[in-house]
């Protein structure tokens, strides 16, 4: 959004140039006659108009203007602003949740009959929209391990019309070949979607790895204090315009307040990814020397079978990391409950430290053997390393693993 045309010019900011750090505190800043510094929040369902004919002109489209908040809101513009130009796309529409971007993104871009080829690594709440409601419609899906080119290969058919990923996986860090898969999907006509929650763009751009689109859970590490909910979609103009089209008929549209909040969560993104992910790299060493730990998941350690592959397409390696214990389901538990700083909760992106057992919370749906299937055993313990002394996290995952 340009400042107030009221303003002088060296408040017309050309960030046409502008590099990441600039733009996420830049990019989309607003500015009313007030002359307010930070970002203003407009709490307001609908806008007045000056005259009938304003009116008239405004619904009609002739005239740029807000007309509800369902449709627009110039918070919400200027959050959606700022991460397109952090993820490089043209166009962003924010929405309530996560999920409400995947939602849309499905809605916009399936019909029945289409085909979805699916990561068998994604977030729980996606596997259950897409095999709970997406297929009601006569949507059909294949899962292929994401690491698998073959597997993604065998799966398209004639009418493949979207791939859907998240890289890093949750819980097991498996890192998928992104521009490896954008190019399979542009062959097959379909197109790619990336769930960049992981990562954000601070750490990896998939739109200039050849994603078409990329969706977030900005309740996640863009938030990263674990306050909002909110979700995001970042793409071409082309195919951004129909996920707003669902967002305004169906309604799962951003609130103002959590706009603002995420405004301020983009402007210290950068800082809080670089310090989560020093943090991360600090605990999976220590983890993986520890005699009590029998494998480490990070993909900032060498010992990762995508590390390479990671630096490639990743500038930093994330918050998030998973490790198995020494024996099953009892001792994982107990590293789990032995901890008494750490939050027990499966949320993650927070400044706060968070564990999980995932076999038993996130996974617990899933069948012994579909949980054999994706590498995730008893044994296995997720953290999502926050902000705090990286000794006292230490010291903390040490009462436990101390014990077994
Ligand atoms: C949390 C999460 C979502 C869903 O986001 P909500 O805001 O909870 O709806 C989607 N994808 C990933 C990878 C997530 O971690």
Known sequence: MA??????ERYQSDLSDAGFDTLAVRAGQLRTPEGEHSEAIFPTSSYVFS?????????GGERRGNVYS????????????????????????????????????????????DHLVCSRAVFGSTNVLLEKYLRKFNVDITYVNPLDMDAW????????????????????????DIRAIAALSRDA??????DNCFCTPAAQKPLALGADLVVHAATKYI???????????????????????????????????????????????????????ENAQLLAEWLEA????????????????????????????????????AGGREEAWKVVDATRM?????????????????????HGRLTDEQRAEAGISQALVRISVGLEDIEDIKKDLARGLDLL
């Open 189 to 194: 006509g379909a197109m790619l979607v990336v």
């Open 51 to 59: 005259s009938a004919a304003e009116a008239a002109a405004t619904f």
């Open 223 to 277: 938030d990263g204090q674990g306050r909002c909910l909110g979700g995001a979609v970042v793409g071409s103009a082309e195919l951004i315009d129909p996920v707003i089209g669902v967002l305004r008929s169906a309604g799962p549209t951003r609130s103002p307040f959590n706009a603002w909040v995420f405004l301020k969560g983009l402007e210290t993104l950068s800082l809080r990814m670089k310090a989560h992910s």
């Open 342 to 362: 750490i939050s027990i909760t499966a949320n993650l992106g927070d400044t706060k430290t968070t564990i999980t057992h995932p076999g038993t919370t996130t």
């Open 153 to 176: 290969k065998g799966a398209v058919r004639e009418n493949t019309r979207m791939l859907f990923l998240e890289s890093p996986s949750n819980p097991l860090i498996e890192v998928a």
């Open 70 to 113: 369902r449709y627009t809101n110039p918070t919400v513009r200027a959050f959606e602003e700022r991460l397109a130009a952090l993820e490089g796309g043209e166009l962003c529409a924010a929405t309530a949740s996560g999920m409400a971007a995947i939602y849309a993104v499905c809605v916009a871009h399936l019909e029945a009959g």
């Open 3 to 8: 400042d107030h045309p009221e303003w002088p």
């Open 290 to 325: 520890h005699p009590k730990v029998t494998k480490v998941n990070y993909c900032g350690l060498p010992t990762h079978p995508q590390y390479e592959l990671a630096r490639s397409q990743q500038s930093l390696s994330g918050g998030v990391l998973s490790f198995e214990v």
